[in-house]
C-alpha cells in the first residue's frame, strides 16, 4: 500500500465516522430554503440607530424601519414612506403626505405625529438633522397623514437630509419611542420596515433574526437602490456572528452561510476566484481614507506641517499595505469623495506626487527639530492596521522620530478624544477611514469642519477661511453655485489640510450563487433578494 | 467532611471579594470608554458625553463601585452597556456551549493522554517514549488557532465533512451537536492531551520506581494489572490536579477556538465585552470563572480520598 493509497483508506474511515456523527445532518445548507443566513461586517449590540453611529445598527434600521425618502442607485432622494410631497414656490413650505396603509409591527397605523417626533428625535444628534432643524421655523402635524415643515430660510438639501443613508438615518419611529431622549438608548423594537425583529430569538453576538412582515405594503416600482418597492422575498433573515474573517470566508464556502458582508480585502481574490460566489460593492462610493494630525500639537499645528503629511502619501501604497484588489482601489484627491456630484481636485496637484525630500523640508519649516511624534496604531482592525504601519514608515523616512503606540480601536476612541500634549495622554496622528458619502456633502462631512470649537472631531481643526466656504455652501442653493463652492473648498482644504486623504475604496460583500436579486444599494439590505435551490 | 467543604466555600468569599475589587479596578483604569466605543466613528465629543452621562459613567468610581457590588449582593450582576440585557442572561445562553466543549475536550483528552502517559513511562527511554513525547511536545507548541485552520480546511473546505463553524445544542440531537464540536474539541484536545501525557508519564516514572512495584513484578503480575491496577492509581494525584489546572488552561483556550470555530460561548462572550469595554459583563464573567475555579479546585481536593484513602479531610 503506497502513501496515496493509506491516505485515501484514513480519509474514507475519518468520512465514514463524521458522517455517522453527522447522521442527516449535512453542514453544506442545511436551513429552510426560505431562510438567508448572512454575516454582517459587525455585531449588532445597539437597537437604536439614534444612539449610535455603527454601521450594523444603521443596517439593522433599514431591515425593520421605513424612511420617508430613499436614494435610488443614482443618489437621487425619492419618496419612500411618504406618498406626494409639496414645497412652495420661496421654498419655505414643505408639505409631506404618508402612503396608505403604512402599519407598525404591532398592527397600529402609521401617523404623521410619529414622522415628525422621529425627525425632532434625528435632528437632535445628526449634522445634516441640525441644519435642518436650526433652519426650522416649526414642524407640525396637520393630520393623520400629513405633516408640514415651515422653514426660516430656504435649505438646499431638504429631500437630501430625509433620504440620508448613513448614520444617523432619519428612522421613523413610533412617537412614544420617538419622544424618548437620543441619549437614552431604546431597546423595545416595533418599526414599519419589511421584516420584523424576532427579539426572543436575539442572541447578542451570536444571531439576529428577523421574519417577514405580512403586512408591509411596499411602493409600486421596482426596487432601485435604497428606493422603490421593499418587497421580503424570504420568510426569515439570521445574522450570524462570526468573528473570525477566515471561518466566515469557509463558512460562505461551504454554503453554511449566503452573504458575507465586508470580507477582508486579502480573501476577495479567492471569492472572486470561486464560482458559486460573487462579489459586489455593496457601495460603489465606499470609504475613503483619512490621516488625521492633532491640529492643537506642534508640529501640526502649522499647515506646513500638514502639508508635508499630504507629500508623505503615494495613495496607491496604502491600497497594496490594505490589500484591495486592483482595480477596486480609487486614488481620489477630492475632499468631497470621488464619483460624489461635487467631486473635483482643485488645488491638489502637488498632492499627486510623494515627495519625501518636500515634506522633510516642510516639516523643518514648521519649526519640527526631531521630537517624538506619538502616533496611534489600531492593531485590531486589519485595514487601518496595515495603513498605519505605511504611514509609519513614510514618516520614518522623511526622518520623524516616530512613537508608534499599539492600542486596540476601543483605546484609540477614547484617547483621540483627549486634547492634551502626548506627554499627558494626547496624541498627533491616527488613521481612520469614514464612508464616501458622509464626505459628499460639505454638511455632513465632519472631518472638514474647521470651526475652531469643541464641536469638531478629535483633530480639532480651526480655520475660519475653510469654514467660511462649508457655511457658504450652506447658502447655496443651485447645482453650479454648489460645485463652485466645493472647487474653492478643496483648494482652501489642500491649503488648510485637515486630514491627508490616502484613497477611496468600495465596501464589498460577497453571496452565494442561490440569493437572487442582490443590488448595490450603499447598505446590505435583503429586500428584494430570494433564496432558490 | 461537611465541615471542611463548608469551610471551604465561606473561605472563598474573602477571595472573591478581592478579585472583584482588583477587577472593577483594573478595568476602569483601563484605558477605553464604552461611551467612545457606542457613539461610533462619526459622533462628536457632545454625543459621546450624552451616551456617557445616560450610561452613569461619568459618576465617580466609588460610586459606580458601590452600585455594582450592592446589585451583586442582591444577585444582580447588571446589565449590558450595550445591549440592555441582563448580564446573568447573556451568561447563561452562553455557557452549554463552553461547558459542553469544556467538558468533551475534556473527555477525549484524558482518555487518549493518560493510556500514552502510561505508555510512555513504562517504555521510558526508547523510541516509543521518544516519538510520543516527541508528538506531545510538539502539538503542545502549535498555537490552537493553527491546528484549527488546518482541520477546517481539510474536514470542511476539502472533503466537506464537518462543518466549518458553529453550535447545535444537545437538545437538538447528538448528532448535530458532536458534528459542530468535534473539530473545536480536537483543536483544544491536543494541547491539553500533550500537557497531560507529559505530567502523566512524569507521575507514573516516580511510582515505577518503588519497592512495591519491584515486589509487585518479582510476584509475576503482568505489566497491565502492574501498571493500570498498581501504578496508576498511586500516580492519580498529580494526574487529578493536572486535569483540574488544566480546566483553567481549557478556559483559556476555550476563548481562541470559540473565535476560530464560532462557538456562541462564555470565552467569545468575554473577548467581545473586553473590545466594547462591556464592564457589567467583563465583571460579571471573571467573578464567574473565579467561582469556578475555586470549586474546580474543591473538586480536586477531595477527590484525592477516592484515589488515596490514607488522605483525611
Redesign the interface.
Known sequence: MNILTGLTSIRALLGATAVGLCLSVSPTVAQSSSTIKAVMQADLAILDPTFTTATITTDFGYMVYDTLFALDSKGEPKPQMVDRYEKSADLLTWTFTLREGLKWHDGTAVTAADAVASLKRWGAVDSLGKSLMATTEKMDALNDKSFQIILKKPFPLVLEALAKPSAYTPFIYQKAFAETPPSQAKHKVVGSGPFIFVDEEWRPGNRVVFRRNPNYVSRSEPQDGLAGGKVAKVERVEWIAIPDPNTAVAALQNGEIHFLDNPLMDFVPVLEDDPDITVYPVDKLGQTGMIRPNHLQKPFDNPKARQALVKLVKQSDFGAAMGVPKGHFIECYSYLGCNTPLENDTGAEAAKTQDIAEAKKLLAEAGYAGEKIVVMQPTDIAILNSSTQVLIQNLRNAGVNVDAQAMDWGTLVNRRNNKNTPAEGGWHLFITTNFTSNLASPITHSYLQASCDAATSPGWPCDKDLQALTDKFQGALSPEERKTTAAELNKAAYKSVPYASFGQMPILAAYRKELKGVQTSRLPVFFGVSLEK | MLTYIMGRILSSIPVMAVIAVIVFMLLHLT????A?????????????E??R??LGLNRSLPEQFITWVGQILTGDLGT?I????PVTE?IA??LEPTVSLALLTLVVAVLVAVPIGVIAAWKAGTWVDWALMFVAILFFSIPIFITG?FL??N???Q????????Y?SFSG????F??HL?LPAVSLGLVYASLLARMSRTAMLEVLHQDYIRTARAKGLGSGKVLFIHALKNAAVPIITTIGTGLVLLLGGVVVVE????I?GVG??T??AV???DYPIIQGVILLFSFAYVIVNLGIDLSYRLVDPRIRY
Open positions: 484605558p477605553g470608554d464604552p467612545a466605543i457606542i457613539a461610533g466613528d462619526q459622533a462628536s465629543a457632545a454625543d459621546v450624552r451616551i452621562q445616560a449590558s450595550y445591549t440592555g440585557r447573556l445562553q452562553r485552520y477546517v480546511f474536514f470542511s473546505i472533503w466537506r465533512l464537518l462543518p466549518v463553524q458553529g447545535r440531537g447528538i448528532g448535530p458532536l458534528s468535534v473565535s476560530v470555530f464560532a456562541p467569545r462572550l473577548v467581545d473590545l466594547r469595554r
